[in-house]
């Protein structure tokens, strides 16, 4: 699970990142960032709309599937950026880990959120 110290905290911050932020989407996953040099840290937030799916056991999964491939992504990522990842369908949930995991990297990779 990704520590609580690289989350957002509060609606403010993850509103200025759907405002100013740059996409890279793809069919099931959108990601939106934006460099802050106000942070030492990166921050990340994960979000799956009730559309997704319907059950809050099935959002949570999907959530911390993606989040705990965050955490091993991190240390390969030197500035600080703040991330909104947006998921768009529940395929998702279903999808082997390292599928799942080789697509978070190319959509952080086509962010040029690694150094």
Known sequence: MLSF???FHGHGSLRYVYKNGTAVRTRLITIKSTFNA???TSRFAVVVSKKVHKSAVGRNRIRRRIYEIVRLEMPKMTRSHDVAIMVFSSEVLH???AELSE????LFTQADLYT
């Open 38 to 40: 106000h942070r030492k």
């Open 5 to 7: 110290l690289y989350r």
């Open 103 to 106: 697509l978070v990297r190319q």
């Open 95 to 97: 999808m082997p880990a």
